[in-house]
C-alpha cells in the first residue's frame, strides 16, 4: 500500500541487519490497526464496504490489496524476518497458516476497555469494533492448542509477545465524541490497570519476553490538529503540536512505565520491554531529516488539497476523490493518524537496538 505497512513487517526487514544471540519459537501480537493485518477483513465478504482502510490506495505496496488496518507493516511483524519466521497471519483467518510459528491477534479500531467500560461513560456509539484486549486474549487461548498441545508453558517460553499499541482508540472515542480532556484523563488509570493485566494474564500462560508499547502524541496527529485547532499559540508546543492532547498521551505513558516497572519486579524471569512510540514519533516531528524524511506533519494520502497537514476529514484517504503522494517514503504521516512505511521502518529500528525501547529486543 502506497502507505505504511504493518508495523511488525518492518520489524522483519530490519532485523537482518543486526546480530542477537536470541531466537525465538513464535511471534504473538495483540494490538490496533497499528497492528492489525486483516482480522476484519477475514469474512468471506473481505472488508466492510463502509471501511475506508480497506479500500485502495491501502495495501497497493506491499501486499497488493487493501488488508482493513490503517497500516500493513506494523511494528510488531518486523521481528519475524530476522527470526526466520513467516509474517504473522490474522487469527481470525481460516487457514491462517502455521500459528505455531506466529498468528496476530490485532484488529482495527480495538480499544483496551469492554464496550461496557464505554456505554457507561455514554459513548456507546462511538465503539464500533467489539476486539478490545481482553478478547483478544481470548482469540490467542482458543488457539493454543493448535500452538503448543499440552506443553504451552516451554513453547511461550521462548516466544515473543507484542501487547499493543493499546490505548490510542480508548482516547479517540471519548475525545471525538465530545467529552472534556479532564473526564478523558480520569479514565487513564483504569485503561492502564486493564494493560497491565492482560500483560500478567499473558505472563501467567508461559509469555516471557513481552513488549508493552505506549500511546503515541495524538497532538501531533493532523486529524487532530485540523479537527481542534487553537487561535492561541500558547495551545501548540516547540514542533508545532497540541499541548493538551499530546499530555494525555504522556500521562498514559507515564502510568504505564510504572506499571511495566511494577510487573517487572514482580516477575523476575520475564522480559518485559517498554516501547516508547512517543518519543520517537515527536522526533519524527521535530526532525524528519534526521530520519531521511522530508514532511513532519503533512499527510500523504487524502484529498485535503491545502492547509498545513493536507488532510480534509470528509476526504480521507481511501475515500473517494482520495489519492496518495508519488513520494510516501519522504512523509512521516500517511493518513491523518496512521504512519507511513518510513516511519515504521525507522521506529522498528529503534525498538530493535533499544534508542526507543527499554530494554532493546535484541540482546
Known amino acids: 500500500m502506497l502507505r505504511a505497512v504493518a508495523f511488525i513487517v518492518f520489524l522483519l526487514s530490519v532485523t537482518g541487519h543486526y546480530g542477537c544471540?536470541?531466537?525465538?519459537?513464535?511471534?504473538?501480537?495483540?494490538?490496533?490497526?497499528i497492528a492489525d493485518?486483516?482480522?476484519?477483513?477475514?469474512?468471506?465478504?473481505?472488508?466492510?464496504?463502509?471501511?475506508?482502510?480497506?479500500?485502495?490506495?491501502?495495501?497497493?505496496?506491499?501486499?497488493?490489496?487493501?488488508?482493513?488496518?490503517r497500516h500493513p507493516r506494523l511494528p510488531r511483524f518486523v521481528c519475524t524476518d530476522h527470526f526466520g519466521l513467516p509474517l504473522l497471519p490474522p487469527s481470525k483467518a481460516i487457514g491462517a497458516g502455521d500459528v505455531k510459528k506466529g498468528a496476530n491477534m490485532a484488529i482495527i479500531g480495538a480499544t483496551t476497555m469492554d464496550f461496557e467500560f464505554f456505554k457507561k461513560h455514554g459513548l456507546g456509539n462511538n465503539i464500533w469494533n467489539n476486539g478490545p484486549l481482553g478478547t483478544q486474549i481470548q482469540w490467542f487461548q482458543q488457539l493454543m492448542p493448535s500452538i503448543c498441545g499440552t506443553d504451552c508453558q516451554s513453547y511461550f517460553n521462548n516466544s515473543l509477545?507484542?501487547?499493543?499499541?493499546?490505548?490510542?482508540?480508548?482516547?479517540?472515542?471519548?475525545?471525538?465524541?465530545?467529552?472534556?480532556?479532564?473526564?478523558?484523563?480520569?479514565?487513564?488509570?483504569?485503561?492502564?490497570?486493564?494493560?497491565?493485566?492482560?500483560?500478567?494474564?499473558?505472563?501467567?500462560?508461559?509469555a516471557v519476553d513481552v513488549?508493552?508499547?505506549?500511546?503515541?502524541?495524538?497532538?501531533?496527529?493532523?486529524?487532530?490538529?485540523?479537527?481542534?485547532?487553537?487561535?492561541?499559540?500558547?495551545?501548540?508546543?516547540?514542533?508545532?503540536?497540541?499541548?493538551?492532547?499530546?499530555?494525555?498521551?504522556?500521562?498514559?505513558?507515564?502510568?504505564?512505565r510504572q506499571a511495566v516497572s511494577g510487573l517487572q519486579s514482580k516477575h523476575a524471569g520475564v522480559r518485559l520491554m517498554y516501547a516508547d512510540f512517543y518519543a520517537q514519533v515527536a522526533d519524527m516531528v521535530r526532525s524528519p531529516e534526521t530520519f531521511g524524511l522530508k514532511y513532519g506533519l503533512k499527510v500523504?494520502?487524502?484529498?485535503?488539497?491545502?492547509?498545513?497537514?493536507?488532510?480534509?476529514?470528509?476526504?480521507?484517504?481511501?475515500?473517494?476523490?482520495?489519492?496518495?503522494?508519488?513520494?510516501?517514503?519522504?512523509?512521516?504521516?500517511?493518513?491523518?493518524?496512521?504512519?507511513?512505511?518510513?516511519?515504521?521502518?525507522?521506529?522498528?529500528?529503534?525498538?530493535?537496538?533499544?534508542?526507543?525501547?527499554?530494554?532493546?529486543?535484541?540482546?
Open 21 to 33: 544471540s536470541q531466537s525465538y519459537n513464535a511471534i504473538y501480537s495483540f494490538g490496533d490497526s
Open 37 to 69: 493485518t486483516g482480522n476484519l477483513c477475514t469474512d468471506p465478504g473481505g472488508c466492510p464496504s463502509l471501511l475506508t482502510t480497506g479500500q485502495p490506495p491501502y495495501g497497493n505496496t506491499h501486499f497488493g490489496h487493501p488488508t482493513g488496518p
Open 161 to 206: 509477545f507484542v501487547v499493543g499499541e493499546f490505548g490510542g482508540n480508548d482516547y479517540n472515542a471519548p475525545l471525538f465524541g465530545g467529552k472534556a480532556m479532564a473526564e478523558v484523563r480520569s479514565y487513564v488509570p483504569e485503561i492502564v490497570d486493564r494493560i497491565a493485566s492482560g500483560v500478567e494474564t499473558l505472563i501467567g500462560m508461559g
Open 211 to 256: 513488549v508493552v508499547p505506549g500511546v503515541l502524541p495524538i497532538g501531533c496527529f493532523p486529524l487532530y490538529l485540523t479537527l481542534y485547532p487553537s487561535s492561541s499559540k500558547d495551545d501548540y508546543d516547540e514542533i508545532g503540536c497540541l499541548k493538551s492532547y499530546n499530555n494525555l498521551s504522556s500521562y498514559h505513558n507515564e502510568l504505564l
Open 300 to 363: 500523504c494520502c487524502g484529498a485535503g488539497g491545502q492547509g498545513s497537514y493536507n488532510y480534509n476529514n470528509n476526504a480521507r484517504c481511501g475515500m473517494s476523490g482520495s489519492s496518495a503522494c508519488g513520494d510516501p517514503e519522504k512523509y512521516l504521516v500517511w493518513d491523518g493518524i496512521h504512519l507511513t512505511e518510513a516511519a515504521y521502518r525507522s521506529i522498528a529500528d529503534g525498538w530493535l537496538k533499544g534508542t526507543y525501547c527499554s530494554p532493546g529486543i535484541l540482546r
